[in-house]
């Protein structure tokens, strides 16, 4: 079964600009759920999508959204990009609410 | 809230020896699970071991155990036998197992993680 995977796998952009992000879940897990990992503040969470709706949601700014597709592939939005948003953006799948598996993850480099 | 704590920000260990990491944990909650997870320099999270609170025996999985302590709030990861592949950035996480929402948000989905802990093998 092939496992959680995350585009891209590197990015760099210039402040102000928005970005976005993709991750498709392991094939039959539901929830998707994103973390911020800095060298400064750790992994951070972000937000949890299952079945197409946010169930839960971190201490981010509305600069960062996301959202879920049918599909379960799920997708996170930063706009108006700050030099503090550089980060490597990870995604975990999980079938509900057990152990969670993760990406490789998308470093995220602002400028 | 809760909160998760590695207070070992470094570890080594000998090739075949024994180590164990320490991790205490901060929560009101009675029904959770704990997790140990292994960042290598991929940065590829990878799930080391599981323990579910209400479960009194420590989890084992392969080379790797945990010492659960629900009373003292403490699950510590002891690996045995240490290979040079061990090498890596150990977190302890911490997800709540509640039903339903609440007025103070939901659990579900969130992980939260300790600080990390960078283990080194020596040969």
């Known amino acids: 079964k092939a496992g959680v995977t995350q585009t891209p796998r590197y990015l760099i952009k210039t402040r102000g600009q928005q970005v976005t992000l993709s991750c498709s879940p392991i094939?039959?897990?539901?929830?998707v759920s994103w973390y911020q990992q800095t060298p400064g503040q750790g992994l951070q969470f972000l937000f949890e999508?299952?079945?197409?709706?946010?169930?839960n949601k971190g201490n981010f700014p509305g600069r960062f959204s996301g959202r879920q597709f049918s599909n379960s592939r799920s997708e996170m939005n930063v706009s108006t990009l700050e030099l503090g948003d550089s980060a490597l953006y990870l995604c975990?799948?999980?079938?509900?609410?057990?152990?969670?598996?993760f990406g490789p993850g998308t470093r995220l480099t602002v400028t | 809230a809760q909160t998760v704590t590695q207070s070992q920000p470094e570890m080594s260990v000998q090739e075949a020896e024994t180590v164990t990491l320490s991790c205490t944990y901060d929560?009101?909650?009675?029904?959770?699970?704990l997790f140990w997870y292994k960042q290598p320099p991929s940065r590829q999270m990878i799930l080391v071991i599981r323990?579910?609170?209400?479960?009194?025996q420590n989890a084992t999985e392969n080379r790797f155990s945990v010492n659960f302590q629900k009373a003292a709030k403490s699950f510590s990861l002891k690996i045995s036998d240490s290979q040079l592949g061990d090498a890596a950035m150990y977190f302890c996480?911490?997800?709540?197992?509640?039903?339903?929402?609440?007025?103070?948000?939901?659990?579900?989905?969130?992980?939260?993680f300790g600080q990390g802990t960078i283990l080194t093998v020596h040969p």
């Open positions: 975990a799948s999980s079938w509900d609410r057990d152990e969670q598996y």
């Open positions: 094939s039959g897990h539901r929830s």
């Open positions: 999508y299952f079945s197409e709706t946010q169930r």
């Open positions: 929560t009101s909650e009675s029904d959770y699970y």
């Open positions: 323990q579910e609170a209400y479960k009194q």
């Open positions: 996480a911490y997800r709540s197992a509640g039903f339903g929402s609440n007025a103070g948000g939901t659990s579900y989905g969130k992980l939260t």
